[in-house]
């Protein structure tokens, strides 16, 4: 057996050690291969050494015993054998000491551990057979720093896309002449609620709601990302960031109510933790992608929908969902068992992959490489913005410092100005970094177990409830019931209420030899809710009565959001809005230029004027 670095350094003479000392079975490959990953972890802390080389220097211990399990023998002369050696022989290594106080002072974890050891030493060559596929032939700690610097630097693209987004829609959907004026819902709270309303809808536009200010948060947020993408002021950046954000998903109202808006967010609090804590952040970036794609199939069984259970819902999917690309036409014509398999192999990857991102790090890139493919897919058949994006960046944290070596070509690796953590973060850090991870967890924990159908001691919902208005954990759940009929509202305008002219959406189906356009990673939000307002009574909608009011006003900040106004000069006399069913057209009309069949169901909204219908 290959010795360790540590072995060959040892002082063999002294049977009493100078340094502690881990006796392994040196014929034993199993136990070779982790004493040597052992011996990475804790440098010169601990010395290694085969008992077929040592054994002569301590006659009190069988060879039975040294056969049996491994030797743990302090400088002060007192051993440890079995699970407890190993545990001993962690703590000299940073951040693993914690093993050795669970061993020690949580009741019941001896007996098992000392169990599960007994077992494994029992069965060392399978152990062995199955260690190497499953770890790597050579294991060695994990470091995450070029996973960091990437993560880092990528998540600003998602907040700059985010930020730019919505600043050029901002005017139209929450600015002072648009649909839901932000100064109005401001002044409403303000006059209603207390100083309160600062911890339950914090956001910086309690000081200033104008246009400017809106305009200056989105245009900053922009500002910040760039830096993060450069690597200047990263912590701080991220931070406001995050302030930011909150206070635009607090302000937009109906318009960001999406899950992809408390998605960013929650990342965007989580990198702030990665850029002072690399470990923690990494295993709560994985915490998060666990819990977004789990309950993403939970969710879609729970619901009882049919469709999903008789697995026929990605046959609906295709067509109904709200912004189509292209090649969503193409994936609705596959067959019927094509589409099957599809909804079967979504469940594989929403249900049973998340569990691999707690096993060993080879288990754990097969999770990466299933969530990517699928996340690939659904962005290639659906404009989700940032939304999938965001979710194949999770699954860096899926990998380490060498499997990105491999992948990465050495001329990019080279170019990298990569930090190395090698000094643990200070005690505050540590101390602040470990309570923020406890709130997270537990927090998360209690909304799974409502989405289970639960009910959380009245403490535990006191808890969730207090962090709630921060969105640091949000609850996660994506098409949990498969809508099957595509209806679109169809807005039209008229000066004489015989003559009605559309108006046309930039993103969302209307003319029907109009092609479903991209917009990723942009996140056109009034076409989303125009989907939403289809499945819904308008009478509900006071967004939908105020987005026709501005229409009636000819508001150039709303009728910006269109990709065309038919009263570019004066406002109509009358708006309505009309209810069609939309299917996909067929081969041979989509080879003449057209996409869509729409049939009129009715009247979604009855003409309206100004003095009232």
Same mark, same amino acid.
């Given at each position: ?17 100078r ?68 545990f001993?022989?962690l ?31 029992a ?90 200010a ?17 690597g ?8 406001l ?103 079967? *192999?979504?469940? !594989?990857?929403? /249900? %049973?992959? &998340?569990?691999? +991102?707690?096993?060993?790090?080879? =288990?754990?890139? @097969? ?10 897919l ?38 990298i ?6 000094r ?35 403490? *535990?919902?006191? !808890?969730?409830? /207090? %962090?709630? &208005?921060?969105? +640091?954990?949000?609850?996660?759940? =994506?098409?949990? @019931? ?36 991209w ?67 067929g081969?041979?009309?989509?080879a ?22």
């Open positions: 057996m290959e010795e360790t670095q540590a072995e060959q350094s040892a002082d063999a003479t002294a049977a009493v050690p340094r502690p000392l881990l006796i392994y079975d040196g014929e034993c490959g199993f136990c070779g291969y982790w004493a040597r990953y052992w011996a990475k972890l804790t440098g010169d802390s601990v010395d290694y050494r085969p008992y077929q080389t040592v054994a002569a220097q301590y006659p009190e211990i069988p060879v039975a015993d040294f056969k049996r399990a491994v030797q743990y023998i302090a400088p002060d002369g007192t051993r440890a054998s079995a699970a407890e050696a190993s001993r022989t703590s000299h290594a940073p951040g693993k000491g914690f093993w050795l106080a669970l061993y020690r002072r949580l009741p019941g974890f001896a007996p098992v551990s000392e169990l599960a050891y007994a077992f494994i030493a069965h060392r060559t399978a152990a062995y057979r199955i260690t190497r596929p499953l770890w790597g032939r050579d294991l060695g700690p994990s470091r995450y720093d070029l996973v960091s610097f990437l993560f880092l630097r990528l998540f600003g693209l998602l907040y700059l896309a985010a930020f730019v987004s919505f600043a050029v829609q901002a005017p139209g959907l929450i600015g002072s002449h648009g649909i839901l004026p932000l100064a109005e819902l401001v002044k409403d709270i303000a006059g209603r609620v207390g100083p309160e309303r600062y911890v339950l809808m914090p956001m910086v536009f309690w000081w200033n709601a104008g246009d400017s809106i305009q200056a948060v989105c245009w900053v947020g922009a500002a910040l990302s760039l830096l993060v993408v450069l200047l002021l990263q912590r701080l950046s991220l931070l960031l995050y302030l930011l954000y909150l206070s635009l998903l607090n302000a937009g109202q109906t318009f960001m109510s999406y899950q992809w808006d408390v998605f960013l967010l929650e990342g965007g609090f989580l990198a702030l933790i990665l850029s002072f804590a690399r470990t923690p952040g990494i295993w709560l970036l994985r915490w998060l992608l666990f819990r977004f794609m789990f309950m993403s199939g939970v969710v879609k069984l729970a619901s009882g929908d049919p469709n999903w259970w008789n697995l026929s819902a990605l046959s609906y999917h295709f067509l109904t969902q709200p912004l189509p690309t292209p090649l969503a036409w193409y994936a609705a014509d596959l067959s019927p068992l094509a589409l099957k398999f599809a909804t079967g *192999a979504t469940f !594989v990857v929403e /249900l %049973i992959l &998340p569990f691999l +991102i707690f096993c060993p790090r080879r =288990l754990r890139f @097969v999770a990466a490489f299933g969530i990517i493919l699928l996340e690939s659904i962005s290639a058949t659906g404009n989700y913005n940032w939304f999938n994006f965001q979710t194949m960046l999770l699954c860096l944290a899926l990998f380490d410092d060498a499997a990105l070596r491999r992948a990465l070509p050495a001329r990019m690796i080279r170019l100005p990569v930090r190395h953590e090698d643990p973060p200070r005690t505050a850090v540590k101390a602040a970094v470990g309570f923020l991870a406890l709130v997270i967890v537990f927090s998360s924990l209690v909304q799974m177990d409502k989405r289970f159908g639960g009910s959380p001691p009245a403490a *535990a919902l006191a !808890v969730d409830r /207090l %962090i709630e &208005p921060l969105h +640091i954990v949000s609850g996660y759940g =994506l098409f949990a @019931v498969m809508t099957t009929q595509r209806n679109e509202i169809v807005i039209e305008g008229s000066n004489d209420g015989t003559t009605w002219r559309e108006y046309e959406f930039r993103y969302k189906p209307g003319d029907v030899a109009r092609a479903p356009p917009n990723i990673p942009h996140q056109p939000r009034l076409d989303w809710q125009m989907w939403f307002a289809a499945l819904e009574d308008p009478r509900q909608l006071p967004w939908f009565w105020h987005f026709l009011e501005r229409l009636l006003e000819n508001q150039p900040a709303v009728t910006a959001l269109l990709k065309a106004n038919p009263f570019p000069d004066d406002p109509p006399t009358y708006i309505r809005a009309r209810f069609y069913e939309y299917t996909y057209a081969p041979a009309e989509k003449r230029g057209v996409w869509w069949d729409r049939r009129l169901l009715g009247l979604y909204f009855p003409a309206v004027h100004l003095n009232g219908e």
